[in-house]
């Protein structure tokens, strides 16, 4: 565009301040009770603009339609009117609000705002920030929903990272304050900074339009810096030091909603681009130890994910993925390659284990029914046992409670932090390695695990008692309990599990408890019914057979009539 010079200036003799106090001048009234109102023809507001304020048609043309739209934007204007090119306010408070926004504009100098109202930053006010939050919020939603083919004016570049552990997915609170019925998880990762850009590309002329493109090919070859920057951010984690990191498939499809964090709020289009981390073992636990200091990093299943909302209320934000995956969500996040660098030793039904049941006792090792008697190359001593015990505890995520002084970290998924154990956790390595060689994991002289998938790690019958009630005639309840241990560093909770079940099943647990062989598919049916849970709180099986004796299993005893842990 040309300059305009001085000269041109003062050919103009129009003055902007007066042909606005004109139409000022010229708007319609209503009544303050009633229906009663005027109307006036947009037509008379061009020809006055021209007869008193000496403006061309295409002047008076342009500023009566400017003025109409803003109006008609507020809805402040009668559309049936409007269609017949006629100015009448829909009601008194709306020809108040649009003579006060006319006023503003006629009077030279006139702000509504304070100078620094919108200025950004973290310096800024809350509640000016809520405010500002507000007014966009309401603009924007109703400028989308009243027009389908409405614009985006916010464009977004996110670099998502996958950080899997199991079956569970790592996630991050939203950095925007919570806000009641919005969704505060999201995936690892964050939005796209100018500063992650090169210097010489940053002070480019044109930089700013490159990055407010959906396809930008300079935001595309440099959005893995984001990905390093939010990573160290949100996780502590450094590059190479404790992961790695490779593309997972392509960008998502644009995804367009009026969101945003705080006052950058707005119809906005969101480019998201995926990543699956592949942590080193240093970076395993580091994790581990952040999530369990850090309440702003939480663990979400797949199907916790897919669902609206998490038991405890928290919900995913992973709408993006919603709509580009749609019912295939839960079997892509399936095939979402594990983050771990280091499996579980102990897997499958073959490597299933037993702990011992007390010091001098041994592990019981392979399929149900087929369990080898593997023990320790020396009795272990008490303590041994019950670290052992506690690192069982802490693999199948049961309840404990660590004493304040016990320099005890319980860090989720089966790892501790204890510094002050690791003398105590070689010996107990000295003498299990032989026999279940891998098991016990110690690192960096702190953290230690069991290296078993939970659900293939159970405890010895001695701690579970069971209690059945009821008849065959009737059927019954039964319930199952697991005691209670304590150990130096805190106690190792109970917890008991019961069930419904049918006379017959009544009938064949009371012949298991006599060592009778119970009549008909008895194994079948008790493993439909009782198996997984009786699995959940850590006891294998219900039954064994030695000999032709079939029996509840050895070392399980009677639930008192009056107790329950």
Known sequence: MNDIDADSISKIKADPAMLLNIVLSMLPLHAEEGRQRGCLPEAEIVVELIAQGSATEETALSLAYALR??????????????????????SFPASLLGRSWLTTLATPGQVLLSADYWEQGDHRPDDVKEEQRALLHRIETERARLNPQAQPIRIVHVAWAFIRWGDKFLLHRREDKSRPGEKGYGMVGGRFNLSDLPPTIQSQADILQETFKLDSTVV???????????????????????????????????????????????????????????????GETHL?????????????????????????????????????????????????????????????????????????????????????SVRPVKPLEKTEWQLLMLLGWSTRDFQMRMNADAGVRLLGNGWIEAPGLVSLARSLHEKIQPVVPGLLEIREDRFMSMSIVPDTLFFPADL????????????????????????????????AYERSINGNTVAALRDLEKGDEPLGDWERTLREQLSSGVRSIGLRRLWSTKGNITSMVEGLKRLSDTSLV
């Open 288 to 372: 581990l130890a952040k999530v369990a200091r850090d309440e702003r990093l939480t663990w979400f299943s797949a199907a916790e994910i897919a669902v609206p909302q998490r038991a405890d209320g928290a919900a995913a934000y992973v709408d993006a993925l919603h709509q580009a995956w749609g019912n295939d969500l839960g079997q892509n996040l399936a095939t979402t390659p594990d983050s771990r660098v280091s499996q579980p030793v102990f897997a499958g039904e073959s490597r299933m284990l037993d702990l011992p049941g007390t010091p001098d006792a041994a592990f019981q090792l392979g399929k149900p029914g087929k369990e080898k």
């Open 220 to 282: 595309a070859q440099h959005i893995t810096t984001t990905l390093v920057r939010e990573l160290e951010e949100e996780t502590g984690m450094l590059m190479d030091k404790h992961y790695s990191f490779k593309h997972f498939g392509q960008p998502l499809p644009p995804y367009k909603e009026v969101n945003g964090a705080g006052n950058r709020h707005a119809y906005s289009a969101y480019r998201f681009h995926l990543f699956q981390v592949k942590l080193t073992p240093m």
């Open 464 to 495: 579970f008692r069971y209690q059945i009630q009821g008849s065959k005639s009737a059927g019954g309840i039964f319930e199952l309990a697991r005691a209670e241990l304590e150990t130096p560093w805190g106690k190792l909770a109970g917890h």
């Open 69 to 90: 739209r803003q109006f008609e934007a507020l809805a402040l204007l009668d559309p049936l009117e409007l269609r017949d090119g006629k100015w009448a306010f829909v």
